[in-house]
């Protein structure tokens, strides 16, 4: 049952942890664990220490959301209001937390890329390898650079006793042109777990078709940024645990994952001001099919009594490439390569780094615990213009160092806890010119640094068994996309050393929350604000490609969750988020203007009904409630927003002996909508359309 709350904590702060799992109820006589690990926090924590939220999607929850859904941003868009809806593309720009871009992580190593964002992170390993996916909301400096908006973290399969294996398959289509629209996968799981060795291996592979609304037309494809339709995807996964003696261990976690179109789509048409969608086409576009491929791998060394605390250390190597698609964008254009010229862009990114987490619990048996370490990140980043090989963004070198310590007190139902994060960051980038169409200006190269102490703060009290209150302040650290930023200097005469806008963007969150956990029911309300003095809106030119705007941004919200148990089979709940943000337009200290879709998700609420029909069969309906927006005029009524609604519903058949069996139904009611990317952003040739009723039909087998 959602809102069971899961304690954990780092950096002074405690998490009010939401499980989105498939439990209908709780009985009176069971009682929740007092310390569940959450691993995007770095250390455990009993649950009296909660000043923050925290979203956890378990393995059952994910599965089931994925019988409707086709990607984790769907599922991130269904279970958390505050995140943004999903773009349905192999993107996720526009997709923030709290207004905010949040760090994605797998098992604690960084998928976002600092210096040169290609908003791919959503999309660099398959469902199938993830455990659960931790979602903390609001800045936080407990993961190191780049959590302005929260962090998700996906947490990957782990070994169980003995030899277990999986195997699943499945189908999916529209209910309209299904034979353009059908989509299969199948994968297999290989787990072992033993006295010295645990091993975990699998392998996804999936085909999608076109996507088609709910008018039967097919959904215009991405193909600048890449889409999730018309692709075909395989993930190759390995872990392998290695235990030293009772206190030591050694594990090491490789992620191979690749997704590229078919390229046998283009998308024509599109007009915003009267309403008409971009659709797909039969027909190869020019150019190579976007891409998208990723290599994780990780080594981590623990020992549970190292000088009385728990260590872990863990070092990591990430190879990233992004493809986008082509076109013959103003951008591109240079008179040296002829006229009209069609190119495609690459983003390619090598990162490495070490984190180092010491944790000692109760010292000297006192109501005191100490969380130290050291983090470190290496990250090396260019885009490129791949068919002219031209340097869009030049090779930009950035080493970030940063040392922690919180110290935590918890007695009498009171946590109090505190601590600082010193950030220091070194970016290198060598003399280089802009394209032709920045005019092809000299910027002289050079190596700024960051220095940064962050701080924050947390108090929770718990009034009795059921209530609890709580406070936070935490600051949060991030890059404004160096890449689009050099990219799109048209200055002569500029230095990097001097170039204001390379300064990062720290961002304050202030949070107060209350929780009430009954036996029947549970619900949690937080208020947040998060200010920078120095943000980074994004906003786009004629061609859909984005500069970044540093100025001053503010942003407040609530959130809202509830569930109720009526009986021990039958359960309902509602999630529900309000976020507002303004920016200072004018550059006098100010917040002036409303930010717009690509920073701000709409007011939104997810309802759920889930029901244990007999003990083999289980369902659950869930509506997506996007409410209207129409607080903009002038040239800032693109940010306005007609919403909609969607229904899903999802079966689950387990058998002793066929395996388990989901039938999902996406957009149950065939709601004709175009997304909210599209409504608020999207130019004329990308005005998309959300996706109509879809079927899908899966089975996995265990044993």
């Keep these: 049952m959602r809102l069971s709350p899961l304690a954990s904590a780092l950096l002074g702060l405690s998490f009010t942890v939401v499980t989105t799992s498939s439990v209908l109820a709780q009985t009176d006589d069971a009682a929740p664990s007092e310390v569940i690990q959450v691993t995007a926090t770095r250390t455990n924590m009993p649950q009296s220490a909660i000043p923050a939220t925290v979203s956890v999607i378990d393995g059952e929850a994910l599965r089931q959301q994925l019988s409707t859904a086709n990607s984790l941003s769907d599922v991130l868009g269904n279970l958390v209001p505050s995140y943004s809806p999903s773009r349905q593309k192999l993107t996720s720009a526009g997709e923030t937390l709290r207004g905010r871009d949040p760090l994605f992580l797998i098992d604690g190593i960084p998928q976002s890329n600092p210096l040169r964002n290609g908003s791919r992170a959503a999309y660099t390993i398959d469902p199938f390898m993830i455990e659960r996916v931790e979602v903390i909301h609001g800045a936080s400096a407990i993961q190191g650079m780049g959590a302005s908006g929260g962090i998700i973290n996906i947490v990957t399969k782990k070994a169980e006793q003995g030899v277990n294996q999986s195997f699943n398959a499945g189908i999916s289509g529209p209910d309209d042109q299904f034979s353009e629209g059908f989509s299969y996968q199948t994968g297999y799981l290989y787990r072992y777990g033993g006295k010295k060795w645990d091993v975990v291996l699998g392998t996804q592979v999936r085909d999608n078709g076109v996507y088609v ?116 964008f103003a951008t591109y254009q240079d008179p040296a390569y002829g006229e ?121 009290y718990a009034l009795n068994d059921q209530w609890r209150v709580y406070a936070s302040y935490s600051e949060g650290f991030s890059m404004a996309d160096v890449g689009r930023v050099l990219r799109g200097i048209s200055t002569p005469g500029l230095s990097i050393n001097s170039f204001l806008d390379l300064q990062p963007v720290l961002a304050d969150n202030k949070e107060v929350g209350v929780e009430y956990r009954g036996n029947a029911l549970r619900f949690s309300l937080s208020y947040f604000e998060s200010d920078s003095d120095l943000g980074a809106r994004l906003e ?90 129409d607080i903009y005029d002038g040239a800032a009524a693109i940010n306005n927003f007609s919403g909609y609604d969607t229904v899903d519903l999802s079966l689950l058949l387990e058998t002793r002996d066929w395996g388990q069996w989901r039938l ?40």
């Excluded at 692709?231 to 594990?251: E, T």
């Excluded at 007695?411 to 960051?425: D, P």
Aim: proline share 2%; no cysteine.
């Design 340 to 460: 009209e010229v069609f190119d495609q862009s690459r983003n390619d990114s090598r990162k490495y780094g070490s984190r180092i987490t010491v944790d000692w619990q109760n010292l000297g048996d006192s109501p005191l615990s100490l969380t130290t370490g050291l983090d470190y990140l290496s990250d090396s980043t260019y885009q490129e213009l791949a068919l002219t090989g031209r340097k869009w963004v030049p090779e930009s070198e950035f080493e970030n160092w940063a040392p922690y310590a919180q110290l935590r007190y918890q007695a009498n139902g009171l946590t109090l806890s505190g601590g600082l994060r010193y950030e220091y960051g070194k970016l290198k980038v060598d003399d280089f010119t802009t394209l032709a169409s920045y005019g092809s200006v000299f910027v002289e190269g050079g190596s700024p640094s960051f220095n940064e102490l962050l701080s924050n703060v947390g108090v929770v």
């Design 540 to 629: 786009a030119d004629a061609d859909g490609i984005y500069s970044v705007m540093r100025e001053k941004t503010a942003i407040d919200g609530i959130e809202f969750s509830a569930d109720y148990a009526l009986n021990a089979d039958i359960a309902i709940g509602i999630n529900y988020a309000d976020t507002d943000g303004k920016y200072d337009s004018d550059d006098d200290g100010r917040v002036d203007s409303r930010l717009g879709g690509s920073n701000i998700a709409p007011k939104r609420a997810n309802l759920y009904w889930s029901q244990q029909w007999m003990p083999m069969l289980s369902s659950r309906v869930q509506w997506n409630k996007l409410f209207d927006r």
């Design 213 to 328: 609304d709910g008018q039967g037309q097919l959904v215009g494809i991405d193909a600048a940024q890449g889409d999730t339709m018309d692709a075909w995807s395989y993930d190759l996964f390995g872990k392998l645990n290695y235990r030293i003696d009772d206190q030591q261990q050694l594990a090491f976690m490789l992620n191979h994952f690749n997704m590229s179109g078919h390229g046998d789509y283009h998308a024509e048409g599109g007009d915003k001001l009267n309403h008409q969608p971009t659709l797909s086409y039969q027909g190869e576009y020019p150019g190579e099919p976007a891409e998208n491929e990723v290599t994780t791998s990780s080594l981590t060394y623990s020992h549970k009594e190292w000088f009385g605390a728990h260590l872990d250390w863990q070092v990591f190597i990430q190879d990233f490439s992004a493809l986008y698609g082509g076109g013959t």
């Design 664 to 703: 999902g139904v996406e957009n149950l009611l065939d709601e004709y909508y175009f997304t909210y990317y599209s409504q608020t952003v999207g130019g004329d040739d990308r005005q998309f359309t959300g996706r109509g009723r879809s079927v899908s039909l899966t089975w996995q087998q265990d044993w």
